[in-house]
């Protein structure tokens, strides 16, 4: 209870989404659903891609396996909302957001370094969904939508969670704490340049 503790006290993003991007996400639904399930998508490949690069890390591998499996139903989740609505699955598109924060992630140093990259790069994007979605849960006027993004705003948070979880079991703590710091305040300058936009999930 004590480490869960602790690792949710570090989870604090610096800036919290900008009030006026719950009302532009209403704006078309096709877009937000179909950024969503890219979202979800990328998130079970980001997954795959960690069990494929580093398979001798066996308790990062049997606590991801199953996650896979849960994000790639989250694209199945979102893909029947917009089948159900008769709406497209549009194409993907480019992710300012994330592109920005793997300009971040370690190019030389240690494995060790890089490894570590690669797993709190996973957990501030989950951290950012988690919040997205709770602002949509708390924020939209519809209360299907707001139970449908509820669901997902508490899925995230355990993911996140997970990640810095497997830093810490992999990593010295005090190395996870300090670099974790460093994506934070990365990320929230991230967030001040970035446009509002109701199209995207960040």
């Not at 708390?138 to 209360?143: A, R």
């Not at 810095?164 to 992999?170: G, N």
Request: charge should be neutral; glycine fraction near 4%.
């Amino acid at each position: 209870m004590e480490e869960l503790t602790d690792v949710k006290n570090i989870l604090r993003l610096e800036l919290p989404t900008d009030p006026r991007w719950v009302n532009l996400t209403t704006i078309s639904l096709e877009d937000i659903l179909t950024d969503h399930a890219y979202c979800e998508q990328k998130a079970a490949t980001s997954c795959i891609s960690l069990i494929q690069r580093y398979p001798e890390k066996e308790k990062m591998v049997e606590e991801l396996a199953p996650i896979v499996t849960e994000e790639w139903g989250h694209f199945r989740q979102v893909l029947a909302e917009l089948n159900k609505r008769n709406l497209k699955l549009g194409r993907q598109r480019k992710d300012a957001y994330v592109n920005k924060l793997l300009e971040f992630q370690t190019r030389g140093g240690s494995e060790a370094d890089r490894f570590l990259d690669k797993l709190l790069f996973c957990a501030l994007i989950e951290a950012r969904s988690c919040e997205r979605f709770k602002r949509l849960s708390e924020g939209l006027e519809d209360p299907y939508f707001r139970n449908f993004y509820r669901k997902f705003m508490e899925s995230e948070a355990g993911h996140y969670t997970l990640f810095i979880k497997l830093a810490d079991h992999y990593v010295p703590k005090e190395q996870v704490r300090k670099r974790w710091r460093e994506w934070l305040a990365y990320e929230a300058e991230i967030i001040r340049g970035l446009e509002v936009r109701g199209d995207r999930i960040h």
